[in-house]
T-cell receptor, first 112, second 118 residues
Framework: DAMVIQNPRYQVTQFGKPVTLSCSQT?????MYWYQQKSSQAPKLLFH???????NEADTPDNFQSRRPNTSFCFLDIRSPGLGDAAMYLC???????????FGPGTRLTVT | AQKVTQAQTEISVVEKEDVTLDCVYE???????LFWYKQPPSGELVFLIR??????QNEISGRYSWNFQKSTSSFNFTITASQVVDSAVYFC???????????????FGRGTQLTVWP
């Protein structure tokens, strides 16, 4: 089945230790998104790629970076995780920025 | 500015009851899209429906139905004969097309936690 895959599902990192989360898709969608979701809150958009065009939300911390080496893969790099970065990170894809997004299962990040 | 309001933070019902989740939106765009997503305890957001601003026809899919009314800027979601498996957080969302809105961004409501008791 075509899908959005996120690895790992659970990630534990130490305060200040860089961490990379990965997302892959078999849907061949043009657009990929990264969201941060904290408990009892709506997902918060961090970035998205429309093909190779990168769009960074104005309030996304500089500590967060993203890479999309090809259509299928997208990475979220957190350069120096703080305790406040502990959250669920969701990857999503869509055929067009206006249309429905399909989400992966998420990576739950714990910072110790 | 785009905004989605889900005034109901939590709803509890007993199985087989009907339940309606409210969604009110604000936008200056003339063309926009509305969505509902379900997030069960596992955490994965599941797309349920998309409506565009020119299509006010109500939609029914099994036990789910959606009522879109531009006059009241509402896009409500009704579950008929609720089941325990319907327990989840439900998000209403909006995306816009015209200048002034960030293309491709979903504006989520805060979500409604629905608990269905056996």
């Amino acid at each position: 089945d075509a899908m959005v895959i996120q690895n790992p599902r659970y990630q534990v990192t130490q305060f200040g230790k860089p961490v990379t989360l990965s997302c892959s898709q078999t849907l061949n969608h043009n657009v990929m998104y990264w969201y941060q979701q904290k408990s009892s809150q709506a997902p918060k958009l961090l970035f998205h790629y429309y093909d190779k065009d990168f769009n960074n939300e104005a309030d996304t911390p500089d500590n967060f970076q993203s890479r999309r080496p090809n259509t299928s893969f997208c990475f979220l790099d957190i350069r120096s995780p703080g305790l406040g970065d502990a959250a669920m990170y969701l990857c999503a894809t869509s055929t067009h920025p206006l249309y429905e997004q399909y989400f992966g299962p998420g990576t739950r990040l714990t910072v110790t | 500015a785009q905004k989605v309001t889900q005034a109901q933070t939590e709803i509890s019902v007993v199985e087989k009851e009907d339940v309606t989740l409210d969604c009110v939106y604000e936008t200056r765009d003339t063309t926009y899209y509305l969505f509902w997503y379900k997030q069960p305890p596992s955490g994965e957001l599941v797309f349920l429906i998309r409506r565009n601003s020119f299509d006010e026809q109500n939609e029914i899919s099994g036990r789910y139905s959606w009522n879109f009314q531009k006059s009241t800027s509402s896009f409500n979601f009704t579950i008929t004969a609720s089941q325990v498996v319907d327990s989840a957080v439900y998000f209403c969302a909006l995306s816009g097309t015209d200048r002034g809105s960030t293309l491709g961004r979903l504006y989520f409501g805060r979500g409604t936690q629905l608990t269905v008791w056996p």
